[in-house]
């Protein structure tokens, strides 16, 4: 028996093995919601998912989450996909109608910089504007060229700031997810959370992730001490020549020592020797927007790099009358679940 659970096992791997050499293949920038460590991840909750092939004439690999949406029926979502030209919508569209089984819509979210041709091939081929469940403008630091030319393409208060860290003797280690790690670092997420209002997914949800990314060694944890206490932490992931600062918090205690500034640059050093080249920094406002929320977000963010990069806008492919309704009520709807469930529907 046991031989037979691990040949089971090794399959497997093998299988989720080839499925991310496809994606990493295919994908201008291939991101972990595309991954087989994302599909282990989501295929525990309430969304089926499902390795489809694309493409027309090429190989074009796409995993596809599907959930039930209550009052509408089965709706389906692309994430985070990447390596499409305008040539590409017609084929991709024809595929996902003839492939959608019952479901009533498909929205689909490019993880490539805003195009406005690729922006009208959607158009031209029926897709509409839809509401996006994952952020829009974030801040990518170039992490493929050496620590001096990092720091060179910061902003003065980020270089200032990571001195002033060094000054006081901030650490910035890597760390187990070990049982005592995580509740540390889910207390200083629920600490960040209360200050700043932020939304953060619940607690067996984010060890769920954390473990699962560590497992497949596309995760990995930091702290940046000060003394003896820990005051910010980070989960880093990666999928790739890619990563994510995809979970962070800290204490309201010392901020003058500027810790979460040298905790990034440590994690920026990391990866940079291990030969990552790009680190996506998380969501931040539209810079054009003063009044929009998270502006403390984007002035510690941007600091790390030049520009703000804006990705693409959600769009919806409507297979049925009720895919309109949807669209235009699916703030509302995920509103209503958040104030039911208390948790995030996407």
Same mark, same amino acid.
């Given at each position: ?6 040949? +089971? ?41 499902? =390795? ?26 692309? %994430? ?32 490539? %910089? ?17 509401? +996006? ?29 990571? =001195? ?6 901030? @650490? ?18 629920? @600490?960040?959370? @209360? ?11 984010? @060890? ?13 944890? #930091?702290?940046?001490? #000060? ?51 790009? #680190? ?6 539209? *810079?054009?927007? %003063?009044?929009? *929320? ?11 790099? =030049? ?5 693409? %806008? ?31 529907? #996407?």
């Amino acid at each position: 028996m046991e031989g037979i659970v691990q040949a +089971a096992q090794s399959q497997s791997q093998q299988v989720a093995v080839a499925w991310d050499d496809r994606v990493l293949a295919t994908h201008s920038t291939p991101h972990f919601m595309q991954s087989s460590t994302w599909e282990a991840v989501r295929s525990r909750g309430h969304w089926h998912v499902h =390795r489809r092939g694309l493409g027309t004439d090429r190989d074009y690999p796409v995993l596809v989450f599907e959930r039930l949406a209550e009052g509408f029926g089965l709706f389906q979502h692309l %994430p985070r996909v990447s390596g499409l030209e305008p040539a590409d919508i017609g084929g991709l569209t024809d595929r996902v109608r003839a492939e959608r089984g019952t479901a009533f819509a498909t929205k689909i979210e490019v993880h490539q %910089p805003r195009d406005e041709a690729l922006v009208e091939a959607f158009l031209a081929h029926g897709w509409l504007p839809a509401k +996006a469940s994952q952020y829009r403008h974030t801040v990518v630091v170039d992490t493929s060229t050496s620590e001096e030319e990092i720091l060179a393409n910061m902003k003065k208060r980020a270089r200032a700031e990571i =001195r002033v860290a060094e000054r006081h003797g901030v @650490e910035v280690r890597r760390a187990e997810l070990d049982a005592a790690n995580r509740t540390r670092m889910i207390d200083l997420v629920r @600490e960040t959370e @209360e200050r700043s209002g932020a939304f953060f997914r619940g607690d067996d949800y984010l @060890e769920s992730v954390w473990e699962t990314f560590a497992a497949d060694d596309r995760g990995q944890l #930091y702290f940046a001490r #000060y003394g003896d206490e820990i005051v910010a932490g980070a989960f880093i992931a990666r999928y790739g020549p890619n990563a994510w600062y995809k979970d962070g918090g800290s204490t309201r205690e010392h901020p003058q020592v500027m810790a979460s500034r040298l905790l990034q640059w440590r994690i920026i050093c990391d990866l940079a020797s291990d030969g990552v080249a790009r #680190y996506e920094l998380g969501h931040v406002p539209p *810079p054009g927007e %003063p009044d929009a *929320p998270g502006q403390g977000i984007l002035v510690f963010k941007s600091a790390f790099t =030049r520009d703000v990069l804006e990705y693409m %806008p959600a769009f919806q492919l409507s297979h049925e009358e009720r895919g309109e309704a949807w669209r235009v009520g699916e703030g509302a709807f995920l509103a209503a679940h958040r104030e039911r469930t208390g948790d995030y529907w #996407y």
